[in-house]
C-alpha cells in the first residue's frame, strides 16, 4: 500500500484505492473509490467542500447489491446480511474488547418438597 503522510490535497481529484494517508488534508476534493484496493485514514482532515464519488468496480458492486436488496426473496436477504456486516466495526476495532456490564446471574431458589421440614 503507498504511503501518503502529511500532503495538502486542493481541488483534486484524489483515488484512494491502494493508499495509506496520514495526517493529510483534504479541501474542495473529489475523493474517488474505484473498487480496485482497499484504502487506509488516519488522523486526515476531510473538509465538507470535499464529494466522495464510488466509480469503476466499486460502483458495479453497489448496483449489484442494490439489485439484490430489492429482488425480493433469498437475494434480498443476502444483501440485507451484508449490508450488516459491513456495519461492524473493522477487525482493528474489533480487537478491542467493548465496554459492556456483565449481567447479573441469579441464584437458583430450591424449593422444599411440602410436608418436609427444611434442612439446614
Known amino acids: 500500500m503507498k504511503q501518503v503522510t502529511g500532503k495538502t490535497f486542493n481541488g483534486q481529484r484524489v483515488v484512494l484505492d491502494g493508499k495509506s494517508f496520514t495526517g493529510c488534508h483534504f479541501s474542495k ?34 448496483n449489484v447489491l442494490k439489485l439484490m436488496l430489492h429482488s425480493g426473496g433469498w437475494l434480498s ?12 466495526p473493522p477487525k482493528a476495532a ?15 431458589q430450591v424449593q422444599q418438597p411440602q410436608g418436609q421440614p427444611p434442612q439446614g
Open 29 to 62: 476534493c473529489r475523493l474517488i473509490i474505484e473498487g480496485e484496493a482497499l484504502f487506509q485514514m488516519q488522523d486526515c482532515r476531510i473538509d465538507e467542500d470535499c464529494e466522495f464519488s464510488v466509480e469503476g468496480k466499486g460502483l458495479i458492486t453497489l
Open 77 to 88: 436477504r443476502v444483501a440485507v446480511n451484508v449490508l450488516h456486516a459491513i456495519q461492524q
Open 94 to 108: 474489533a480487537a478491542r474488547p467493548p465496554q459492556v456490564q456483565q449481567p447479573q446471574v441469579q441464584q437458583p
